[in-house]
């Protein structure tokens, strides 16, 4: 186990403004803990805690409409709650459980801008941020993929079958390291995907985890 380093992604303050503020949140710019928040009661809502059971990520979806209900913040200068990464944690490896929480979620940004009529100012913002959370997902994937490869490779395929599904564009034009793999894995097919992917991994320097990495 280690701490997080301090970083502006976890302690970073939210600007007044409510669409600038929207923006950071939905382009992962800034993290979805629920850790160190102190939110109003009113803001609580049945609706914040509204998904299906056992839904994982659950703090990327009630993080997001807790900001989007919140038209004002405040923040202090001074660490109040320190975080210990667990690598045995419920998230240090991917399932498709996983995959489908994250895939909720990004669904509840789009249903949560269009909703209130900010799809305009957010689809772009929204668009980084699924981008960002499925590089960050494949790179976890790929980090344990050596315990079984064919697993990994299982959840990697349900990943990109979800991806189709989003109504932005999350992997086409990237260039973040995770999101080749996944695009050079499925969108090129290759007839035996087992060597391609330990390829893949090894070219892409996705075969081991770098130090700290978040789990």
């Known amino acids: 186990n280690c701490t997080y380093d301090k970083t502006e992604f976890f302690g970073r303050p939210f600007p007044q403004d409510y669409r600038l503020r929207l923006q950071i949140v939905l382009s992962v710019k800034s993290s979805f803990t629920m850790c160190g928040r102190l939110l109003r009661r009113n803001i609580l809502s049945d609706n914040v805690f509204s998904m299906p059971l056992h839904t ?3 703090d990327i979806i009630c993080f997001s409409r807790i900001m989007f209900e ?5 923040s202090i200068n001074r660490h109040i709650y320190y975080y210990r990464l667990n690598t045995n944690s419920i998230t240090s490896r991917l399932t498709e459980a996983h995959v489908e929480g994250l895939s909720l979620a990004i669904a509840d940004w789009v249903k949560q801008a269009s909703r ?14 699924a981008e960002a959370l499925v590089d960050f997902a494949v790179k976890r994937i ?24 989003y109504p932005i564009d999350a992997v086409n034009k ?4 995770g999101v080749k793999l996944l695009r050079q894995l499925f969108d090129e097919p290759s007839r035996n995907l087992a ?19 978040d789990t």
């Open 56 to 58: 994982l990520h659950e």
């Open 70 to 74: 919140s038209r004002k913040v405040s």
């Open 116 to 129: 209130r009529g900010l799809w305009g100012d957010l689809s772009s913002c929204i668009s980084e941020g």
């Open 142 to 165: 790929a980090y344990t993929a050596s315990d079984n490869k064919n697993d990994a490779l299982i959840v990697l395929k349900r990943l990109w079958n979800k991806v189709q599904e």
């Open 174 to 177: 990237s260039d973040r390291v």
């Open 195 to 213: 060597p391609h992917f330990s390829e893949l991994l090894e070219r892409l320097e996705l075969n081991r985890p770098p130090p700290h990495f």
